[in-house]
């Protein structure tokens, strides 16, 4: 099997490429993997096994009509995590964000439909959705986008679904909640405030810090993403939440103990403009029809990456927050 990743240098496609040359999938022993990932500052060959003699890396963009024609023949699959993912900045500039997420997911299937692709899956968010103040999402519920960066995320799950209805292409959408991990860069909540706190630097925290995420680790993730490669149904989209909703203020408090650092280095500030109150997925269609199930425990894998980011400053040291603006995180 050959399977073509965009954005596989990134922190989640990144942990999906090693885990598929690892054969840690089901039925992926023996996988061959091409890489497409245009290298923006989230993005790291480190994250790849460079020397693997079944990946071919490209640096290139998903936006290169050319170049994706050229590279997408002979794959049977095309898993798409190419995205301007950090809201924070797409409320400064959105015109990146609608080039990469819209006009990107739009060029990559444009080649997957010369190429005869045999299955498809774009990767989104459920920030597609908007804000909820009670209950769960569940696939039918309508998008309603409150920042730049998810209404592009919103545009490029249209696109996908069109290219299904009007070509036959069989792309599946996956939706997943807030995702931490290992590798993740350090303009996101998790990596900004752990890096911070471990070097007894302050963090801020938006607003009262009531607003509630899920939290979902990035092997769980993916685990659920190639479940719907492999498994999934063309035209459909699936949510794939965790269930353990946790405030702002609740998540902080536990990394300050996790880093043993000093409460008083939490800050408020300002709140950014459209910062949605809570978001939770339903992901009962997911695990009732192709048996997934997170399997990785918050408290431990939280205390985990911590341990990582202590334990490999080398890997983050180039993108501290120290050199960062002062950001609070996908919150």
């Known amino acids: 099997m050959r399977v073509f990743v965009t954005g596989g240098a990134g922190f989640i496609g990144?942990?999906?490429?090693r885990t598929l040359l690892d054969g840690g999938f089901p039925g992926s022993a023996g996988t061959e993997v091409t890489v497409l990932d245009k290298l923006t500052y989230a993005g790291n060959r480190a994250n790849l096994p460079m020397d693997a003699p079944r990946l071919t890396f490209v640096q290139g963009d998903v936006c290169d009509r050319a170049l994706l024609f050229d590279l997408l023949p002979g794959h049977d699959a095309v898993v798409h995590f190419a995205a301007e993912s950090h809201v924070d900045r797409s409320l400064t500039d959105a015109s990146t964000f609608v080039r990469t997420n819209v006009c990107g997911t739009q060029t990559l299937l444009d080649a997957c439909v010369a190429s005869q692709v045999q299955r498809v899956v774009h990767v989104s968010t459920d920030e597609v959705y908007g804000s909820i103040p009670v209950g769960s999402w569940t696939e039918e519920h309508p998008l309603l986008p409150n920042s730049p960066y998810a209404a592009s995320k919103a545009s490029a799950d249209l696109i996908a679904r069109s290219y299904w209805r009007s070509h036959g292409l069989p792309v599946s959408i996956t939706r997943c909640s807030n995702n931490y991990g290992p590798r993740q860069h350090p303009e996101k909540l998790i990596p900004l405030f752990v890096t911070n706190l471990l070097h007894g630097r302050p963090v801020p925290l938006y607003g009262d810090g009531r607003n509630v995420r899920e939290w979902l680790h990035v092997d769980d993730h993916c685990r659920a993403v190639h479940s719907v490669l492999t498994r999934g149904r063309a035209g459909h989209i699936y949510n794939i939440g965790r269930g353990n909703e946790r405030t702002n203020r609740q998540l902080t408090d536990l990394l300050v103990k996790l880093c043993d650092a000093d409460p008083q280095l939490v800050r408020s500030v300002a709140d950014r403009n459209g910062h949605d109150l809570r978001y939770a997925l339903d992901d009962t269609k997911i695990c009732r029809e192709l048996g997934y199930t997170p399997a990785v425990p918050f408290e431990q894998g939280l205390?985990?990456?911590?341990?990582?980011?202590r334990d490999n400053p080398?890997?983050?040291?180039?993108?501290?927050?120290?050199?960062?603006?002062?950001?609070?995180?996908?919150?």
């Open 14 to 17: 990144s942990h999906y490429v």
């Open 314 to 331: 080398t890997w983050w040291a180039p993108s501290s927050p120290a050199q960062l603006p002062a950001l609070a995180g996908r919150l």
């Open 303 to 309: 205390a985990n990456v911590v341990n990582w980011y």
